[in-house]
């Protein structure tokens, strides 16, 4: 079992930066694969980014690539999402997710993650 806790969140100008952060709890954390999603008001949850256990993968949906960075300190139990150049788009809710993979497998769907966390607000204002 795996709980995750996003902060992070919060107002920003666009061209602004924010950093995520997720710390989870549970044994074995460095056997998951994490990942970042996002869900705007009236919208389904879709992909944003995501980095295997060992950290040798990682994927970037489209819309972010060049100005998101994904992390992950398993020794901190921890993965983060670096959000610049942000754009008043980027406006969501930011949830992280973890699954069991000790692989280098990294899941880009939501149906491909067991657990999630709360859920963080991000805004930026044009």
């Known amino acids: 079992q795996v709980q995750l806790v996003e902060s992070g969140g919060g107002l920003v100008q666009a061209g602004g930066s924010l950093r995520l952060s997720c710390a989870a709890s549970?044994?074995?954390?460095?056997?998951?694969?994490m990942g970042w999603f996002r869900q705007a008001p009236g919208k389904e949850r879709e992909f944003v980014a995501a980095?295997?256990?060992?950290?040798?993968?990682?994927y970037y949906a489209d819309s972010v690539k060049g100005r998101f960075t994904i992390s992950r300190d398993n020794a901190k139990n921890a993965v983060y999402l670096q959000m610049n150049s942000l754009k008043p788009e980027d406006t969501a809710v930011y949830y992280c997710?973890?699954?069991?993979?000790?692989?280098?497998?990294?899941?880009?769907?939501?149906?491909?993650?067991?657990?999630w966390g709360q859920g963080t607000q991000v805004t930026v204002s044009s």
């Open positions: 549970g044994r074995m954390f460095s056997r998951y694969a």
């Open positions: 980095k295997s256990w060992s950290a040798r993968v990682t």
């Open positions: 997710a973890a699954v069991g993979e000790n692989t280098d497998y990294v899941p880009r769907r939501v149906s491909g993650y067991a657990y």
